[in-house]
């Protein structure tokens, strides 16, 4: 096991370091520059401006200067927001991006698995009709749509939530968390659902029927878990996409998340922040796989005996 | 460095326990949009015009504006000019306090400026003191040539007496030292805790209406009533918070459930809608910013100026905006000053004729240059990616089509890629805009020197001795007038043709009293009061 784990992360560690080196020369490639903002600026001064950022070294020298400070958890200070170091803009995003994104995460694993096992329970019911709907529109109408809908139907009709911002604390939190769940409910109910009529065919829940257990015990305490494996491998990439991918719902809502960060320092040419975030992102995905493994390994001992 | 994985476990913890605790919704606060994020909140080195605001709001400058953009007394409660024009000094008003209660005397300006222009701040906006106005010794502190604070025309004689000595006479120094560009710098708490001092509200010392309270990157800063200020009986709103308000169809929301009371745009495709529905709070005048399409002097036929007259001549500049942009910008067949009232300057000299016979005019000048429905103009336009920018692009494009037969493309570009395209001259028309530093007409005519811009590729020593001529001037009114003429040779040559004033346009709630448009673009948040 251990040594799965090590493989895993040096694995994980090799991907990184491709993607540092890919990001930060790309990045270059775009035209423009973080101090190209007015055409008035005077060349000696903004060859001052450069040279405090040693934008002016040659690009190996940038680099090398790059990858020394990552050894020393340094991101170097961002350019566009210029109070800043790149460490201190993702200690301020990151909360706020991870507690909307694993409440979504949360509600769509619970809202989806009853959902998916209600209609597998009861097919072609009215409830599973209604759980087919949730699914297709919730996968099919996109975040730019059904957010600024709720917050025209919740916020501004009913008045129930805050509109955006982060003022009524975490009531404002209601909505994104709710955007960012609905496609996630809608996949992880149609998972749920077809894994769990499959499972429900399976011999061993066939014996535990024969053995006279009730029906809800025969799901909660046999089919349930060999529904879930595919729930689960589903998880790890969700709750990275999710965290990562709340870009939209935070310029929606108007939330401090580390997703806007990204989109302005990519816009402003802010090197260090677009590599800072592209790192954290990338680490972030490499280890919530590793974690998804671990558990369905945890879960499932064909996985373990087979390595 | 701060340790990475011990600030973000720590931020958690804070957003956590922000998530959980309710503040209520105080009345007696102003709620501000202020669009994307404030670059910085370090007033030597901020270059936003947005977090001007707030800098406007937590630091006094030797003079400040009013709502409408006039410039009135500040920090200086009056001033003398030389008779040269050359020379203001500032007399400070008596018993001037930092918020913390240290005195504030002449020196602090001076050393505000100092370090603005110090390279080692890598502010960009040095040039407001080298090229803007002229302050004697300022480029040769900006350039690092030497640190020695006497060589700068910027002196404090006494506490109360701060003396600016310039090159060459600007009545417009005034709007310079009144904006954003020139706070004071209490040096004990920067030389304490160096540029972080400014973020951290704890520490930080202003000297304006306001000090900070609460600074959430990406989110808002809160500003409190400052005590010391000198006028703080007649400050009214006890706290203002700016929030970033990055996306304007939310702001609007916002706006409409009370959770902001003046938002920084309005989305264009409901101006008309809100116009109709709640006209009295709809506020939308003319900015600083001004639009014009360039020409690309080096690319023939562009050279021919017959062919940029019809261009110029081909687009309808009313329709454009009325019927195609509709984002409440002014038509404009100027460059300069549309915005400044005490400025007279010249049209382009088909101003006054009717589209019907610019159009005539301009498929004459067009077919004389050798271009027809049989041989079309083809002509690529670069332009940014903003929403009514493209639109913009669009419309023009295709009264060029109609009018001309000219089959224009547009080729729009994010905001970086379109200033580098600029100097790259990959371009044949340019949609071209330009912010002027104060609102004045000079600032623009100053910019379009071929000697200030070499990327327009413009030659004319002319306008450079008719700009030089202006630049001598010290009465005011004199000063316009030879500016005026300088435009006049600069739109007779139509190296641009000139599209409209860009308008400043926000949503102004009803409980806020005092508000008025201003090109200048400052609203002052003591000058405002809530009911």
């Known amino acids: 096991m251990l040594r799965f784990i090590g493989k895993r992360l040096w694995d994980g560690g090799l991907t990184l370091a491709a993607l540092v080196t890919l990001t930060f020369f790309v990045m270059r490639l775009a035209p423009g520059g973080p101090f190209s903002k007015s055409r008035k600026i005077s060349p000696e001064v903004l060859a001052n401006i450069q040279k405090t950022y040693h934008l002016d070294e040659p690009i190996w020298m940038q680099f090398a200067r790059y990858v020394k400070g990552l050894a020393t958890f340094d991101l170097g200070p961002s350019t566009r927001f210029r109070d800043y170091s790149v460490g201190d803009m993702i200690a301020s995003g990151l909360p706020w991006s991870v507690t ?89 109910s149609r998972l749920t659902r077809s894994s769990m009529i499959e499972t429900l065919r399976e011999n061993y829940v066939r014996t535990a029927r024969a053995k006279g257990i009730g029906e809800g015990r025969v799901v909660r305490g046999h089919a349930l878990k060999g529904t879930l494996l595919p729930v689960i491998a589903y998880l790890g990439p969700a709750t990275a996409a999710i965290i990562t991918g709340s870009i939209l719902i935070e310029t929606i809502f108007a939330l401090p998340g580390i997703g806007r960060h990204f989109v302005d320092a990519a816009l402003n040419r802010d090197y260090p922040l677009v590599m800072g975030i592209t790192l954290l992102y990338g680490a972030l995905l490499i280890l919530l796989n590793i974690v998804t493994d671990l558990i369905r390994a945890w879960i499932d001992p064909r996985l373990r005996n087979g390595r | 460095m701060r340790n ?134 300022a480029k040769a502190i900006a350039d690092g040539e030497t640190k020695d604070a006497a060589t700068l025309g910027v002196t404090a004689p006494d506490a109360r007496t701060v003396v600016v000595e310039m ?95 003046i938002t920084y745009d309005i989305p264009v495709n409901q101006i008309e809608a809100l116009k109709a529905s709640v006209p009295a709070e709809v506020s939308i005048g003319p900015s600083t910013e001004v639009t014009y399409y360039s020409f690309n002097l080096q690319r023939p036929p562009l050279d021919n100026i017959d062919v940029r007259r019809a261009l110029s001549l081909a687009i309808d500049r009313e329709t454009l905006q009325a019927k195609i942009v509709k984002g409440g910008a002014i038509p404009s067949y100027s460059y300069a000053g549309g915005f400044d009232p005490d400025y007279h300057g010249p049209q382009i000299a088909e101003a006054t004729m009717a589209q019907a016979d610019r159009d005539a005019m301009a498929k004459e000048l067009l077919a004389k240059a050798g271009y027809g429905p049989d041989n079309p103009l083809k002509l690529k336009i670069v332009t940014t990616v903003a929403e009514d920018r493209v639109r913009l692009a669009q419309g023009v494009a295709l009264m060029w089509k109609k009018t001309l037969g000219v089959e224009a493309s547009v080729d729009s570009m994010e905001r970086k890629a379109w200033l580098d395209a600029f100097y790259a001259g990959d371009w044949d028309v340019f949609g071209d805009n330009l912010v002027g530093d104060f609102a004045g007409a000079e600032t623009f005519l100053a910019y379009m020197r071929p000697s200030a811009e070499p990327g327009y590729n413009w030659v004319k020593p002319e306008y450079d001795a008719a700009m030089d001529v202006a630049a001598e001037e010290v009465d005011p009114v004199a000063r316009n007038e030879k500016l005026a003429a300088a435009e006049k040779i600069l739109l007779d040559d139509s190296i641009f043709a000139p599209i409209a004033i860009e308008p400043t346009r926000h949503m102004v709630s009803p409980h806020v009293k005092g508000w008025s448009t201003s090109a200048a673009g400052y609203n002052n948040t003591q000058f405002l009061s809530l009911e």
């Open chain 1, 100 to 188: 909307i994104g694993i409440w979504a995460i949360l509600v769509a694993t619970l809202v989806g698995i009853a959902l998916g096992v209600a209609g597998a329970m009861r097919r072609n019911s009215a409830t599973d009709y209604a759980a087919g709907i949730v699914g297709v529109v919730g996968v099919a109408v996109p975040i730019f749509v059904i957010g600024p809908l709720m917050q025209v139907i919740f916020a501004l009709r009913l008045g129930w939530v805050p509109v955006g911002g982060i003022a009524e604390g975490w009531r404002a939190l209601i909505l994104p968390v709710l955007v960012l769940a609905l496609p996630n409910i809608a996949y992880i």
């Open chain 2, 4 to 137: 990475l994985l011990g600030s973000a476990l720590g931020g958690m913890a804070l957003a956590v326990s922000l998530a959980l605790a309710l503040p209520a919704l105080a009345d007696d606060t102003l709620d501000r949009g202020i669009g994307s994020e404030w670059s910085s909140l370090d007033p030597q080195v901020n270059f936003d015009a947005a977090a001007g605001w707030i800098q406007m709001d937590a630091y006094e400058g030797l003079v400040t504006f009013d709502g409408t953009g006039k410039v009135i007394p500040g920090a200086a409660e009056s001033w003398d000019v030389s008779a040269d024009g050359k020379t203001y000094t500032f007399h400070l008003r008596d018993g001037l306090k930092w918020s913390n209660g240290d005195p504030l005397v002449a020196q602090d300006f001076v050393n505000g400026i100092l370090r603005t222009l110090n390279p080692e701040t890598a502010s960009e906006k040095g040039y407001y003191f080298y090229s803007v106005i002229q302050v004697k010794g």
């Open chain 2, 167 to 261: 090159e060459t006479p600007n009545p417009h120094m005034l709007d310079i030292m009144g904006g954003f560009q020139v706070a004071p710098l209490h040096s004990p708490s920067f030389a304490a805790d160096g540029a972080g001092v400014f973020i951290d509200p704890a520490k930080v010392v202003t000297n304006g209406a306001y000090m900070f309270k609460e600074v959430v990157p990406q989110s808002h800063v809160l500003l409190v009533k400052n005590p010391n200020y000198w006028d703080a009986a007649n400050v009214k709103i006890p706290q203002v918070r700016y929030l970033v308000t990055e996306d304007v169809n939310t702001e609007l929301k916002r706006y409409q459930a009370g959770e902001i009371d």
